[in-house]
């Protein structure tokens, strides 16, 4: 067994996040009501499915950026549309496909200056991304299958869990959420 690094707790989980996302997406477009999913919410205060997978991915941008030592790029909130919502999550992916796990795992421990909300302190990469950014991708992925389910989207634990696990089990183990031929 290999050890549990960096990467494994960033990006790895991040990927499975954003996976999730897009068979979520997916699995909404066939409903037929999908064409106002984009604009739902989960309660009338909370901001609509759109800007869940706008928001993650402007964090999960910021946390690769700052492992990297890049400048983040400026995701604008402007999704509206399915394709948008998939062209976004398509983006992340490739950004998150292309980490060279040596240089995350080289700068866990780097103490950074660190802004969270009105909070301006100094955090470690680990930190920050452990106990802020994973914390929020999984929030807004919830939050976004709880929007879909709740519109009647025919969602399950298993749309949720497949992408997280099927990395993890051996191909003996099978794939029983695949679709038979």
């Known amino acids: 067994m290999s050890s549990f690094t960096f990467y494994d707790a960033t ?8 996976k999730t996302m897009d068979h979520i997406l997916h699995e909404a477009e066939k409903h037929p009501d999908a064409a106002t999913f984009p604009t739902a919410r989960l309660a009338e205060d909370m901001y609509p499915l759109t800007y869940q997978i706008h928001i993650s ?5 910021q946390m690769v950026a700052r492992l990297t030592g890049r400048e983040a790029a400026n995701f604008e909130d402007n999704l509206s549309s399915y394709e948008e919502m998939h062209e976004r999550i ?14 995350v795992n080289r ?24 106990a802020f950014i994973i914390p929020n991708i999984f929030f807004h992925l919830t939050i976004a ?8 989207v025919p969602l399950g634990k298993k749309d949720y869990l497949k992408e997280f696990l ?3 089990l051996p191909e003996s183990a099978g794939r029983p959420w695949q679709k038979k031929a």
């Open 11 to 18: 990006i790895v989980p991040a990927l499975s996040a954003f």
């Open 57 to 61: 991915s402007k964090l999960t941008e």
């Open 90 to 103: 398509a983006t992340i992916l490739k950004i998150l496909d292309a980490e060279d796990k040596g240089i």
């Open 107 to 130: 700068v866990a421990e780097k103490v950074e200056a660190t802004t969270i909300g009105p909070l301006n302190t100094e955090m470690s990469n680990w930190g920050y991304s452990a």
């Open 145 to 152: 299958y709880a929007i879909l389910r709740g519109k009647g």
């Open 166 to 168: 099927t990395p993890h």
